[in-house]
């Protein structure tokens, strides 16, 4: 009943194809051809079951490569509401729908340097690009990990609820990160949840059609592994320091970060609300307070999110080997690193 079932689906959507671009304007077979990617393994499937053959494909692979299908129908299906809505077009949005601007920035990141124009193309031509207000969820803790987030600009929190409701930060993502997990591999549900913290610019695509690219692409699968190898050790080191270090240890250890990834000669802007960064140290937000105020005998000065240091030197005693190979005064006057390799 089912193989009977289905060749019945198929023969109706082939009807309704055919039927479609029969019927349809220049402009909208050109907005479908522009789109339509013909997968030969769906396909090859599809044409077994017509012959009453049984494909030898597992269901979860069957499933991936639908999902896949389903990602390509929706980008067909808002290309021709924008037929339908008479939006001006740029010379072909449907090939490449990101703008010159954001592709070049995306393409400098070092996930997606020397991929092939092919992959880049697949990517793009499925992906997502939308702004996010602060507070959007992009998924919660359980729901099944579907796309993975690129981020421009802004900032992700990556956290965890608690039984008694609150919640712990385990990451926060920037520009160039990625909202990847591991669960993507494995067609599982996400570990953590994830929100905006301020407001993002986000490019996101599907799951199953970065899986299925990681097969043909050696470099994207190289990418991916030195990416996902980066931001574990990172974690690591954040969760090192919160298990090994005092409060005031932990908080010169986030002011330094942040001074050396924002480059200001003398000042330090809190890059998200200091509950988020209590709790990214794991400490309580009156604990990042008073240990906030504890730096100003030593020449700090705060006002709200941004933080005034008189001297540099003040915050290099908490420098560690995971901030001293990205600080720019390494090897400067009396730098502890100084000539050291990592």
């Known amino acids: 009943h089912f193989r009977r079932d289905f060749k019945i689906l198929i023969g109706e959507q082939n009807i309704n194809k055919r039927s479609f671009l029969a019927l349809a304007s220049g402009r909208q077979r050109q907005a479908f051809e522009s789109c339509f990617q013909l997968n030969t393994d769906i396909e090859d499937v599809h ?53 010159k601007e954001d592709q070049s920035t995306i393409l400098d990141f070092p996930f997606f340097r020397n991929l092939s124009e092919s992959t880049i193309e697949q990517l793009f031509r499925l992906s997502n690009l939308k702004i996010y207000k602060k507070g959007s969820l992009l998924f919660l803790e359980g729901e099944p ?13 990556i956290y965890k609820s608690t039984a008694d409701g609150n919640e712990t930060v385990e990451q926060m993502l920037s520009t160039g990160n990625l909202v990847i997990e591991s669960s ?19 490019l996101s695509f599907p799951c199953s059609i970065y899986r299925n690219l990681l097969n043909k692409d050696l470099v994207l699968a190289l990418n991916s592994l030195k990416y996902l190898s ?23 250890w986030f002011l330094l970060k942040q001074f050396i990834e924002q480059k200001n000669p003398n000042t330090i802007l809190l890059p998200y609300e200091k509950t988020i960064i209590a709790s990214l140290l794991d400490m309580k937000p009156e604990t990042f307070s008073r240990s906030l105020k504890s730096f100003k005998s ?6 709200k999110h941004q933080i005034q240091i008189k001297d ?31």
């Open 184 to 202: 993507i591999f494995t067609n599982d549900k996400y570990f953590s949840s994830a929100q905006i913290s301020n407001e993002a610019k986000l």
């Open 298 to 303: 030593s020449g700090l000065s705060t006002e």
């Open 145 to 157: 990990a579907s796309r993975i987030y690129v981020i421009l600009s802004g900032w992700v929190k």
């Open 47 to 99: 044409d077994k079951m017509e012959a009453n053959e049984i494909p030898q494909v597992k269901a979860k692979n069957w499933y991936n490569m639908l999902t896949e299908k389903m990602e390509m129908m929706h980008v067909i299906e808002m290309a021709l509401i924008q037929q339908l809505d008479n939006i001006p077009q740029q010379q072909n949005p449907l090939q490449c729908p990101i703008a």
């Open 230 to 252: 980066q931001t574990s050790r990172s974690y690591l080191d954040q969760i090192d320091n919160n298990r090994l270090k005092s409060s005031k240890e932990r908080v010169g």
């Open 312 to 342: 540099i030197k003040l915050l290099c005693q908490y420098c560690d080997n995971s901030l001293s190979t990205h600080c720019q005064f390494k090897n400067n006057h009396d730098c502890k690193f100084k000539n050291k390799t990592n």
